[in-house]
């Protein structure tokens, strides 16, 4: 069977496919028509001819077989130290093969492809920083991803992910309407409580337009409601787009190349619309790298920078801290133990350990370096889309050790993520293997924290 | 056989070895693409240059990095190996020697039994490469034979050149078969992974580039390697 009813090389873009991918759980039917599929080596080869040029070409094959970039991968540690899990055998034994067999691999080799890009790469690209030419396997995973999506084997959460990006421009079937309405409800909703508390919609020419995660109107509107307090706090004149609000980007963990672009191009198009001087973007790590460090090449960008300005939450509080927007009091800084979260996309990957550590410095009394932190750390054990894949559950508990571990060793009590996917890891760490901690956005950390002017109190205080 | 292998066939391994190189410099560059490698080259140039810099200064360094400190020994057997294959040959004085002859010119020297000594480093450090190799599971599951025939490349000229140096047996045959050897090396520069003695800047640079520019060196120091 050349291509199957779910699973298939074309790309999800109508609501009938998606729903016909929803329906079947698990991806059940959808992993028993992969094993049928066709893999068109051809194509495979034309993309990889057009595509896999000097730099991907020389780090394969440069490379020096070393072994130094073992260590600093976290899934070869969690696992026992398995040769086969070390980046550069990970890369060789894929991308590299399907080099040397000009693309002529069978339905096996693809599969093994795709296990290995998904459930042995979170493409934190920690290894890059550790190998002396120079080679990065994430980068490579990452590519490696986009040939697997064009042949059709690709996790099915992902391809779903991806449809949804295509269909509704978010992860999740949002559409305007629900997101506005989530707005105008958090608004209300805490409004009682803050008096004067607004979210607004489409405002033009505001300082900053804030863009969020699809999961938090979702299932986390409350996270909308503490961002807008802080705002408020803060006296920034903001708004959120009607269209164009969601950051994230599981095309770019699915490798759906034309998704990643439709997806960017509605945040950039709302940066055109409605002129704001700078964007923020809300805690989330992917979505950062998706939106502001890769986004402008995928949409075509020369300057590679986004339209206006953009920062990542982490900045913005930052900043409103050092400006004296936000003022911590020091009475109700955080007295347990804590540790900081650096994710790898806008930490390795954008270089923002400095604001972390601006913010951990104000809101904590005892805080606690990870060994090792800020651009060396290591992955959450849930990133490059692995938290949402079923079938690599078991592959992600183990990667997680490697955290859990480090955790444990700074003896801290709550790990403060700023970052949904290590949030998502922190959290599932801790239902699997209980070790006593607890985890947080900062958005809660900075409300229990922050120093509310009398006026600005709420009401039932 | 002295002559030949020090004339014309000298002549054609150099030959080789500097237009391969080009061709590999030209064609690593014209490879290079700012959307699918998602780096802006042209833009936002001296970011670029700053963060190119950074990377292969680092990564020169010995104990520069992350990772060179994570690995002691090995780090101290790289360095050791690299410096003294790079230097040895360049610095020795039979080479210049016959540099003074032929052309007239020489590089400075430096006293024979030092360079003999690197030449003994250059061994020893190899051999425990290979040792390194075969005993760690994780490098020996990596290792393909290229990888010994390489190393092999690398150090017969230094071998040949001692056993020569210390005319061992017959001078006049250690001789040839260290100036082929030291050609088979040259020619295979190009050709092999040993095509990092350019390709290593090219990369490091590229990936500076990278940090230096996408990934947050607009924002910070630059990458802590």
């Keep these: ?461 | 056989m002295y002559e030949l292998v020090t004339g014309p066939l000298a002549w054609i391994a150099f030959g080789i070895f500097i237009i391969g190189l080009l061709y590999r410099l030209v064609w690593y560059i014209r490879g290079l693409n700012w959307q699918l490698d998602r780096v802006t080259y042209s833009e936002n140039v001296a970011y670029g240059i700053k963060g190119a810099l950074r990377s292969i200064f680092y990564w020169l360094l010995p104990f520069g990095t992350h990772s060179w400190r994570f690995y002691p020994g090995f780090t101290i057997l790289v360095f050791v190996f690299h410096i003294c294959l790079l230097a040895t040959p360049v610095f020795l004085t039979g080479h210049n020697v016959l540099l003074l002859e032929r052309w007239g010119i020489s590089l400075p020297s430096l006293p024979e039994g030092l360079t003999d000594l690197m030449t003994v480093a250059v061994m020893v450090a190899a051999l425990f490469i290979v040792l390194r190799r075969i005993a760690l599971p994780e490098v020996r599951n990596l290792t393909k034979p290229n990888d010994f025939l390489v190393l092999g490349i690398t150090v017969a000229p230094f071998l040949t050149g001692f056993l020569a140096y210390h005319q061992v047996g017959g001078y006049d045959f250690w001789i040839v078969a260290h100036v082929l050897c030291g050609e088979i090396m040259l020619v295979a520069i190009p050709f092999t992974k040993l095509s990092h003695f350019l390709l290593f800047f090219l990369s490091r640079a590229q990936l500076g580039m990278d940090f230096g520019i996408k990934r947050g060196g607009m924002k910070n120091k630059g990458m802590a390697w």
């Excluded at chain 1, 034309?46 to 899934?75: P, Q, V, Y």
């Excluded at chain 1, 444990?408 to 996917?421: D, F, Q, Y």
Aim: aromatic share 10%; charged share 25%.
């Design chain 1, 1 to 461: 069977m050349p291509e199957g009813v779910l699973c298939s090389k074309q790309v999800v873009d109508t609501k009938e496919k998606l729903n016909a991918l929803l329906a079947d759980k698990g991806g059940k039917q959808y992993y028993s028509e992969m094993k049928q599929l066709d893999v068109d080596g051809k194509a495979l080869w034309a993309t990889m001819e057009k595509t896999c040029k000097s730099r991907l070409r020389t780090w394969l094959e440069i490379c020096a077989h070393c072994g130094m970039c073992a260590d600093s991968c976290f899934f070869y540690l969690a696992n026992n130290k398995d040769p086969k899990q070390v980046p550069a055998y990970k890369i060789q034994s894929t991308l590299g093969e399907m080099i040397k067999r000009k693309g002529k691999v069978d339905n096996d080799f693809m599969h093994m492809v795709m296990d290995t890009a998904w459930s042995k790469c979170s493409c934190c690209n920690r290894c890059a920083t550790y190998c002396p030419f120079g080679i990065d396997m994430g980068v490579m995973f990452s590519y490696v991803r986009g040939l697997c999506f064009a042949q059709g084997f690709v996790p099915w959460e992902l391809k779903i992910g991806s449809g949804m990006h295509r269909i509704y421009n978010a992860q999740m079937d949002i559409t305007t309407e629900d997101w506005v309405d989530t707005c105008e409800w958090m608004a209300e909703e805490y409004g009682e409580d803050w008096p004067g508390l607004e979210i607004p919609v489409d405002k033009q020419d505001a300082d900053i337009m804030y863009t969020v995660n699809a999961r938090e109107p979702k299932h986390y509107p409350e996270d909308l409601a503490e961002a807008a307090i802080l705002f408020h706090l803060a006296g920034e004149n903001w708004t959120v787009p009607s269209r164009g609000w969601e950051e994230t980007s599981l095309a770019m963990f699915a490798g759906d190349w034309g998704a990643c672009k439709i997806q960017v191009e509605s945040v950039y198009a709302a940066m055109d619309r409605l002129k704001p001087k700078r964007m923020v973007v809300t805690e989330c790590g992917h979505a950062y790298r998706a939106t502001v460090i890769e986004g402008p090449y995928w949409a075509g960008i020369e300057s590679g920078k986004t339209p206006i300005e953009s920062f990542h939450y982490v900045e913005w509080v930052a900043e409103a801290l050092r400006t004296g927007k936000l003022k911590i009091d020091p009475a109700k800084r955080i007295k347990a133990p804590v540790t900081y979260q650096d994710s790898c996309n806008y930490v390795r990957n954008a270089g923002l350990a400095d604001c972390a550590r601006e913010i951990m410095s104000q809101i904590a009394e005892d805080f606690r370096e990870m060994r090792p932190c800020k651009e060396h750390n290591f992955c959450c054990g849930g990133g490059g889309g692995l938290n949402g894949i079923g079938r690599y559950r078991r592959e992600r508990n183990i990667g997680l050790t490697v955290k859990r571990d480090q955790i444990l060793a700074t003896g801290a009590k709550l790990v403060v993520a700023p970052c949904h996917n290590c949030w998502d890891a922190i959290r599932d760490l801790e239902e699997v293997y209980e070790i006593g901690i607890r985890w947080s956005f900062l958005k809660p950390l900075l409300l229990s924290t922050v120093v509310v002017p009398e006026h600005m109190k709420p009401r039932n205080e």
